[in-house]
């Protein structure tokens, strides 16, 4: 790889953890869902400082080529991603349905209040 490469993966990544950095500042990411990118992009930072750690790694894991190691680190990183976002919109469905049911509960007794107002005067 030339070195040109070399210095964009390591501007990619610092620039995904700046951005990943910002946005937890901002409040605009909570911690549990910047973890992964957070590992992603230092994951990301090694490799770009340290080539060798990624053909090291390949040869460890059994990998031919290390491309295909990043390929299968990048989809499995999305993919916890995906499980982490499903479980947590299951969690916030439960919790809508909940509160429209509290609410529609809440609507009917200050319907049953009102007529029992209505009735007494």
Same mark, same amino acid.
């Given at each position: 790889?030339?070195?040109?490469?070399?210095?964009?993966?390591?501007?990619?990544?610092?620039?995904?953890?700046? #951005? #990943?950095?910002?946005?937890?500042?901002?409040?605009?990411? +909570?911690?549990?869902?910047?973890?992964?990118?957070?590992? $992603?992009?230092?994951? $990301?930072?090694?490799?770009?400082?340290?080539?060798?750690?990624?053909?090291?790694?390949?040869?460890?894991?059994?990998?031919? $080529?290390?491309?295909?190691?990043?390929?299968?680190? %990048?989809?499995?990183?999305?993919?916890?991603?995906?499980?982490?976002?499903?479980?947590?919109?299951?969690?916030?469905?439960?919790?809508? +349905?909940?509160?429209?049911?509290?609410? $529609?509960?809440?609507?009917? +007794?200050?319907?049953?209040?009102?007529?029992? %107002?209505?009735? %007494? +005067?």
């Amino acid at each position: 790889m030339s070195v040109t490469s070399y210095i964009f993966g390591i501007l990619a990544a610092l620039m995904t953890l700046g #951005v #990943v950095i910002e946005m937890l500042r901002r409040r605009r990411l +909570r911690e549990r869902h910047a973890i992964w990118w957070l590992i $992603a992009g230092v994951l $990301a930072l090694i490799v770009g400082i340290f080539p060798a750690v990624l053909d090291w790694a390949a040869n460890l894991v059994g990998v031919g $080529a290390p491309t295909n190691l990043v390929f299968f680190v %990048s989809i499995a990183v999305l993919f916890l991603v995906c499980i982490q976002h499903s479980a947590e919109l299951t969690d916030l469905e439960s919790k809508t +349905r909940t509160l429209a049911e509290e609410s $529609a509960l809440q609507d009917m +007794r200050i319907r049953e209040l009102e007529q029992n %107002s209505e009735i %007494s +005067r």
